[in-house]
């Protein structure tokens, strides 16, 4: 067993290997995981969550490149975590592998961590929180969360930013059809990557009328965000400066009335309760629900001779029955 | 209280409004949704389960228009649940509204349900398997599952299905950039819709490109299904025999050695796994872990005041703990 206390003092005080080597127990969910979380959480709180999703040849990349130098010059210390949960095949998490790699050689102030653990023990959402834990624990000022697409999981991981940006590109089918599946509410701030092409004022439209349509939903009351459009062109770092002066606006909003206080506490009141049902399945299983007895359960349900909608009360009460 | 054995007893002689009723219920998590998913339960496991998957806009529903009629004209009864997890701005759920709407007034052979119940308290797919029992329960030779993008839930959805049909559509960047997103893994048959497209045969190549890439990853066992790729153009109804031809290959594949079976036994490992986890998190709920309770541990950890890495393993320790 590694000695927690001594890793997360050496993560703490900077240490990138023991970083390195902390991030890894929490992905794998090593026993010693919770220890080192719980040394870890009084050093966490502090530092901007800030997440980047949107799809595949979005460019994301290159503006968590961007925003990461833009903190890095500015004397923050930055923590990047790119989430790619791509097909086995085609190999997926090589998102950290580009120019990154020559500055994180060099500046210790800037820490990268690819994750592919799609199908985790804590589900993707539940690992990367952990991971961003652990990672602020070591003194970063911001950390990044970068996540391809736009699905369930996507938008669990981004529930644990303060500060979304969604990124669009024209001609992607990106535009109204995207809009639909769920990007609107979790976006906090839009950015029009690749801004120089057709359709970046078409893409802009579209939100404005998405969000005027949206408005119309609410309630009138001036504690309303509505989430700014951003142009950026990845390859130049245009508007690169306007994004960071939004994100930064973004995190004045949060730190006044309480706001950020509010988003955390319903960030972890769900948590919580996803930690717990995590928790209890896993003494279930100590409590004597083998693999093999759930083997033999499927095996009964599947040819219709055991019920499962009876089977797993029985289950619980017995769990739930025994001391 | 509704009366189940009733109830179940009226959807299976075909009464429509009992299954709506029946469906609202389990949608609903009603109280009598496990009683009635237990009168339903020894009427289900011989239909076919086929899943419909692709981005919004590849033309899914005119694919599972022609389906079901094609299935209706061969006498066979069909169910269709429509999952559209949509941003509550956009609506969402509208797929049903279209021309199955005329049939299903007049044909009781043919039952469609929308669904749009992102966050329900199951899970989405939880809830859309339940659906699917009631629905089968009432005397369905084929259940057609719908669902839109190729999110983790819609992963998790058609994971219930004995065939996945995902629609891809040239010139949608539905093509590598999908392909990564781990679709591979879950298509059983492609259909590339609107094929007199162009690009059409592009995306096939594609396909097949990374088909043979990941056929080279495994073990050359005779036991593996390769999938299909039919070209459909679902306006004037061209390659939907060749679909439902395929299909049916698919079903005698999966009627031979066992493999159907193997594959319900993985699903129900899965589906009980995930039962059990939501009950046992409404029984820790029964037993004193109230919402105020949780919304003040959430305060607390927000506030940095407690630790969650401590807090959830005492919970379970006490919930475990009491008769």
Known sequence: MTDVNDLATRLRAGDIRALARAVSLVESAAPEAPALLSACFPHTGGALRVGITGAPGAGKSTLVDHLAHAWRTSG????????????????????????R????????????????????LGGLAGTTADVAQVIEASGRDVVLIETVGVGQDEVEIVRLADVTVVVLVPGMGDDVQSL???????????????????????????????????SSHHAKTADVWIAPIVKTIGTTGEGIDALLATIEKRRQWLASDDRIQARRRAYWRDRIEAMLRQSLLAEARAHGLTEAELQSHAQQVASGAEDPYQLVPALVARLFGEK
Chains 1, 2 share one sequence.
């Open 180 to 214: 639909k599946a769920g990007i609107m509410e979790i976006a906090d701030i839009f950015a029009i990557n690749k801004a120089d092409r057709d359709g970046a004022d078409r893409v802009e439209k579209e939100i404005r009328a998405v969000q005027s349509l949206a």
């Open 101 to 120: 790699m020559r500055e994180r050689a060099t500046d210790d102030g800037l820490y990268v961590r690819s994750m592919a653990t799609r199908g985790s």
């Open 76 to 99: 923050s210390r930055v923590g990047v975590i790119a989430v790619d949960p791509s097909s086995p095949f085609t190999g997926g998490a090589l998102l950290g592998d580009r120019i």
